[in-house]
Nanobody, 115 residues
Framework: QVQLVESGGGLVQAGGSLRLSCAASGSGLRVGPMGWYRQAPGKQRDLVATITSGGSTNYADSVKGRFTISRDNAKNTVYLQMSSLKPEDTAVYYC?????????WGQGTQVTVSS
């Protein structure tokens, strides 16, 4: 069993920055790709960014140039540095990880951007 624990969400003004963290824990970890998704009220959960264990990244067009995903493989932790935040970035952000082919989700952390 794998647990993903997210932290770093909160309230920020437009133009500000936040850093999200997500740590994977459990026995026999072999974490593959990790990523961040977000879900705004009344909307579907959408991809924000993903990163492979080798460091290859992929971003949604809406966050390119503003968000940066990174990871520390030794700590099984993924980060999302968010800059130039906009009100439309407001959502619950979920961490995702593949471990031995099984898909895991974190509990979500709220990010609210005020205008």
């Amino acid at each position: 069993q794998v647990q993903l624990v997210e932290s770093g969400g909160g309230l920020v003004q437009a133009g500000g920055s936040l850093r999200l963290s997500c740590a994977a824990s459990g026995s026999g970890l072999r974490v593959g790709p990790m990523g961040w998704y977000r879900q705004a009220p009344g909307k579907q959960r959408d991809l924000v960014a993903t990163i492979t264990s080798g460091g290859s990244t992929n971003y949604a067009d809406s966050v390119k140039g503003r968000f940066t995903i990174s990871r520390d493989n030794a700590k099984n932790t993924v980060y999302l540095q968010m800059s130039s935040l906009k009100p439309e970035d407001t959502a619950v952000y979920y961490c995702n990880a593949l471990n031995w082919g099984w898909n895991y989700w974190g509990q979500g952390t709220q990010v609210t951007v005020s205008s």
